[in-house]
């Protein structure tokens, strides 16, 4: 990311200076499959089993299926490797890191009091997290247009949102700085005149007349073929932290309580580089980076049961409710062009070491619902189903009264859909102490639209050892999806788009100690 010699802040006091939109809202509603090695390896299947820390996370009543009380660490390794469509020109990226993204402690009480039917309760304290947020990714090609405009350029970003607006509120005044004009113009009027004052500054587009109250403007990037490079860099995660209580009645069923802090901490580099050697354009390079450093608080909770059927069949059932974050953004942006109008090639850079700081805004997820069923197989083996729905068409962004928002949720509405997510997993004890597990998922997309997002499937494969009192797990598992995404988002639609198939691998360790 750019550095800054001197950087000012910005409070930006209108609530729609910024716009989120679809992917902010999906980006901190959905969870990949986390936790311990043991519940990786079966792809999540457990919400009917318990007697994990992550099946603890899944269906409270979880932690009273411990025999003893149990402590759990686990690191993951992730790999990422992005291939992107443009225009049909292939980039292959990848990303790897490690880190710890799981731990925690179930407490195990058995009652003493013979005459109570309530015979074990359980508490635990559980850290885990529910997305990685690293990425990184390319798109690289010719973006070609024959239509005789210039909507395949990223001027058109620009002359989207200055079109309409009055000269004075996109520029400079007389002996005002760019800093100064960019934190005042952002203050009064918010992030669209912010982009047109870039696009302004920078000469990407010029007034029709050099008069305050213009309103029309033209492009100095004319129509045609635009060599595009854009850069994605992404780091940070959704974690959460549960506190669990939980009983069981007789050997019939269990219940638990989840009580649930949610927490965001996302970081985002884009850099969009554009040439063009096209007849009339007097701009021939625009070199334009954005960062969003987001963070945030939630909380939810969750209600689950685990049922004995049979003494080797269980049913589980959860009820998630929705997760109530508030969210706080800050941007910080950047614009060099290179034109050419009198034979000689000048460098424009715009650069206000300003960080955007925007208003704090609510995001309501969608509620879940999940029922499970496992059968153990003469003590030795463990096949577990669980199936899930959730409603993505339910997500909101409040304050709701605030028209952006409700332009936003509208759209939510209309686009996205049910999710039905499907988890099988399986687990044989080939002695005492060497297990093996294995495990597949399916995810539908939750755009009706399966172009946009498509479906998820993944698979898992891992290992267990115990040796007295200690376990240790290893396990791998990967998943892949498709995408669609903006290079830049133009106020009524339109940026073109990079096709990405996105696979996801892990390797996870897990060390578990009974005391």
């Not at 079109?163 to 760019?178: F, T, W």
């Not at 050697?277 to 209600?303: M, P």
């Not at 639209?449 to 698979?459: P, Y």
Request: proline share 3%; with cysteine; charged share 15%.
């Amino acid at each position: 990311m750019k550095k800054f010699n001197l950087l000012f802040i910005s409070v930006l006091s209108l609530s729609t200076v910024y716009a989120q939109d679809i992917t902010d809202a999906l980006r901190y509603s959905q969870n990949e499959i986390q936790g311990t090695a043991r519940f990786r390896a079966m792809s999540g299947a457990f919400g009917a089993l318990g007697g994990d820390l992550s099946a603890v996370s899944l269906n409270p009543a979880g932690s009273v299926v411990f025999s003893n009380s149990q402590i759990t660490f686990t690191g993951s390794n992730n790999y990422t490797k992005n291939e992107t469509n443009y225009f049909n020109s292939m980039t292959n990226t990848n990303e790897s890191c490690f880190g710890i993204n799981q731990g925690g402690a179930a407490f195990v009480f058995v009652n003493r009091n013979s005459s109570s039917s309530w015979t074990k309760f359980a508490m635990s304290l559980n850290y885990e997290r529910t997305n990685n947020f690293n990425d990184f990714w390319q798109a690289r090609g010719t973006n070609t247009n024959d239509d005789g405009n210039f909507t395949n350029s990223v001027a058109s970003f620009f002359y989207d949102y200055a079109n309409g607006q009055r000269l004075v509120d996109i520029s400079a005044l007389p002996n005002e700085s760019i800093d100064q004009a960019y934190r005042a113009i952002g203050n009064q009027f918010g992030y669209g005149n912010q982009q047109a004052f870039l696009g302004y500054e920078s000469y990407i587009i010029d007034p029709e007349f050099d008069d305050d109250d213009n309103t029309t403007y033209f492009s100095n990037v004319a129509a045609g073929n635009f060599d595009h490079k854009h850069t994605y860099l992404a780091t940070g995660y959704n974690g959460k932290m549960s506190f669990n209580f939980a009983t069981q009645f007789e050997d019939k069923f269990s219940l638990g309580l989840n009580l649930n802090s949610h927490f965001i901490n996302y970081e985002r580099n884009t850099v969009l580089i554009e040439d063009n050697n096209n007849t009339g354009s007097t701009v021939t390079h625009i070199d334009f980076e954005n960062n969003l450093l987001t963070t945030g608080a939630g909380f939810s909770f969750q209600l689950g049961g685990i049922f004995n059927i049979t003494p080797d069949l269980r049913a589980g059932v959860v009820y998630d409710s929705p997760t109530w974050y508030s969210i706080d953004e800050e941007t910080t942006q950047y614009i060099s062009t290179v034109r050419d109008d009198s034979g000689t090639p000048t460098t424009q850079t715009v650069d206000p070491h300003i960080i955007n700081v925007y208003p704090r805004y609510q995001l309501q997820t969608p509620g879940k619902i999940t029922g499970s069923l496992a059968y153990i197989i003469a003590k030795r083996g463990i096949i577990s189903f669980d199936y899930s729905n959730q409603n993505f068409s339910n997500t909101e962004f409040k304050p709701t009264h605030d028209p952006e928002f409700a332009d936003q949720n509208a759209l939510m509405s209309n686009v996205l859909t049910h999710v039905s997510t499907y988890r099988v997993g399986a687990e044989y004890r080939v002695i005492n102490q060497l297990s093996l597990r294995g495990g597949y998922r399916y995810e539908d997309s939750p755009y009706k639209n399966g172009d946009i997002m498509s479906e998820l499937q993944g698979f898992s494969a891992g290992i267990g050892y115990t040796f007295g009192n200690t376990k240790i797990d290893l396990t791998y598992d990967q998943a892949s999806r498709s995408y669609e995404n903006n290079l830049y988002n133009l106020n009524g639609g339109g940026s073109p788009f990079a096709s990405i198939d996105r696979k996801n691998q892990n390797i996870t360790l897990s060390l578990g100690f009974s005391i």
